[in-house]
């Protein structure tokens, strides 16, 4: 009998993740790991396209990016999808300017390899989350919580912290990690699927791309059909590399929680710094250390943040 004052609420039982939902999610865990790896290792396979320049690595990942993307598209039967984006105006605009932003990206990110930069590589990605909160400050005017204010600021330090051991700014992270954030803000905005949103892009850049690849070939520069055959089978295998991870992402993102997908992003990153620490041999001052310590607590801070705003959302779902 109810005898007055506040009732009470039953306890919510927790949902029991059922056999099929637990070995979607260990396959989603896979994929992203996948994904990751392969973007970690990356700064092992572009060097093996040497003689090669940046230049042309680059024209041949985006014509051979385009060819597997469009037998995906084929078999996968989203060719219909395809054409309906073709007439959204707007995403076409987003898709056109997240491709030149891609396409910057992809090539510092190749000379930065080849060059012997792998840690300014790795710290661009280490950077790109504190640049995607500027971004949102500066274009959506969003306001910064004081964890995000503070993540930012001690980003900041890091990057001066590492201009005066440099003895210049890291342009190259700070270009990789700014192209990847604008890159990531248009495809939002775009709001396509993901291989039809891949596909755009890829199209866009692969045709300057072929009269690049034609114009060094007429000048007698490009190394494709000159250099030994598996050296046209590297750069073939460019397109397929890339796409590869993107396909693992994709089935990742459909199975895992942003949580989970946000701190395995931080893989690629981290074996990129391993990379250019343990194989590459860069050198690695304290000073330097220092600053790429201050982004990796930058980085802690702004997932600190995230957890603490994502349990109110958490505790209302669970009290429905």
Request: charged fraction near 10%.
């Amino acid at each position: 009998m109810y005898r007055g004052g506040r009732p009470r609420t039953p306890a919510v039982e927790p949902a029991v993740e059922t056999e099929a939902e637990a070995a979607d999610r260990r396959r989603g865990l896979f994929a992203a790991i996948a994904a990751n790896v392969l973007w970690g290792v990356f700064p092992l396979f572009w060097p093996l396209l040497k003689p090669a320049s940046a230049m042309e690595i680059l024209a041949h990942r985006m014509v051979w990016s385009l060819l597997f993307v469009v037998v995906l598209l084929g078999g996968t039967r989203r060719l219909r999808g395809m054409r309906a984006l073709l007439r959204q105006r707007r995403a076409m605009l987003a898709l056109t300017g997240a491709a030149l932003f891609q396409g910057v990206n992809w090539g510092t990110y190749i000379y930065a390899v080849n060059s012997g930069h792998v840690l300014q590589a790795s710290l661009g990605y280490f950077i790109t989350p504190l640049l995607v909160v500027l971004l949102a400050v500066v274009v959506l005017r969003e306001s910064l919580r004081p964890f995000q204010w503070l993540a930012v600021g001690l980003g900041v330090v890091a990057v001066v912290v590492l201009t005066i051991d440099y003895g210049r700014p890291p342009w190259l992270a700070l270009v990789l990690g700014g192209c990847f954030a604008a890159y990531g803000f248009l495809k939002r905005a775009a709001g396509s699927g993901a291989i039809e949103g891949v596909a755009v892009e890829t199209g866009i850049l692969a045709g300057p791309a072929l009269v690049w690849i034609l114009w060094l070939g007429s000048q007698g520069e490009g190394t494709f059909s000159t250099a030994a055959p598996a050296h046209a089978l590297l750069m073939f295998s460019s397109g397929l590399l890339t796409m590869l991870p993107l396909l693992f992402f994709g089935a990742a993102a459909t199975r895992l929680s942003l949580t989970t997908l946000g701190l395995l992003q931080y893989l690629a990153p981290v074996i990129q710094w391993v990379i250019g620490v343990a194989v590459v041999h860069e050198p690695m001052p304290l000073s330097r250390l220092l600053g790429f310590a201050l982004v990796w607590c930058a980085l802690v801070m702004l997932a600190l943040d995230g957890w603490r705003g994502a349990r109110p959302v958490v505790a209302a779902a669970e009290s429905r």
